[in-house]
């Protein structure tokens, strides 16, 4: 299957700073990029998305950074509140077939008050 | 729209038993769905690919006669853990995406916490 890397696998920030997640991807026919929140125990929520034909995707404090090239992608998170804090995914879809969805490692992001 | 439902919640079965988890997607359609387990602390997993009316397609290292796959339904695919052991606990987790709809992003069941005693 499609290999996605993700990095940091733990991060903390202070409350109102930035917070950047990485990550790679090996199939270069991928097309569709989303970021997903997971708390304890619960499922993943999509927070934001990207496409192939788009660089850089921005909702509110959330934005979304893509270079294809590289074949790489960035989750920014801006002016991070406490509850923010959880584990974000990335994840990455084949081209063909079911455009299974793979997913990144994990970043567990802890923003202190 | 596009809500996916997962049940049971959560199940506790002794080993050797079978449990049945049902992903139904409320308010679509969805010729595929997903399967995915989740161990703590780590990453979703993709299982298998479940295919309405045919057979799944299984990633490498799953047990497709462990791990029972049906997808009788536009809107119904079940998993069966077949002769649960308590190595098969962990929180599974179906997904899926309206038919057609490209621009629609993948939803996610509740997932089903299941513990083998």
């Known amino acids: 299957g499609e290999n996605v890397e993700q990095h940091p696998s733990t991060l903390s920030v202070q409350e109102g700073d930035s917070a950047v997640i990485k990550c790679t991807y090996s199939?270069?026919?991928?097309?569709?990029f989303p970021w997903y929140k997971q708390e304890l125990g619960k499922r993943p929520q999509l927070i934001i998305d990207?496409?192939?034909?788009?660089g850089e995707k921005k909702d509110q404090r959330i934005a979304v950074t893509l270079n294809k090239t590289a074949k790489h992608f960035s989750l920014h998170i801006t002016e991070t509140q406490p509850e923010d804090s959880a584990v974000y995914f990335c994840?990455?879809?084949?081209?063909?077939?079911?455009?299974?969805?793979?997913f990144g490692t994990g970043t567990r992001l802890t923003v202190i008050p | 729209g596009a809500v996916v439902s997962q049940h049971p919640s959560w199940v506790i079965c002794k080993s050797g038993t079978s449990v049945k988890i049902e992903c139904r997607s409320l308010?679509?359609?969805?010729?595929?769905m997903f399967w995915y387990r989740q161990f703590p602390k780590q990453s979703l997993m993709l299982m298998a690919t479940?295919?309405?009316?045919?057979?799944?397609?299984?990633e490498q290292g799953v047990e497709k006669d462990k791990f029972l796959i049906n997808h009788a339904s536009l809107t119904l695919s079940t998993l069966t853990v077949t002769s649960a052991h308590p190595e098969d606990s962990s929180f599974y987790i179906c997904?899926?995406?309206?038919?057609?709809?490209?621009?629609?992003?993948?939803?996610f069941g509740s997932g089903t916490r299941l513990t083998v005693v």
């Open positions: 997904s899926a995406r309206p038919t057609g709809r490209q621009s629609y992003g993948y939803t």
């Open positions: 199939d270069s026919a991928s097309n569709y």
């Open positions: 990207i496409r192939s034909n788009v």
């Open positions: 994840a990455g879809t084949f081209q063909t077939g079911a455009n299974n969805l793979f």
């Open positions: 308010d679509f359609q969805a010729t595929t």
């Open positions: 479940s295919n309405e009316g045919s057979k799944a397609t299984y």
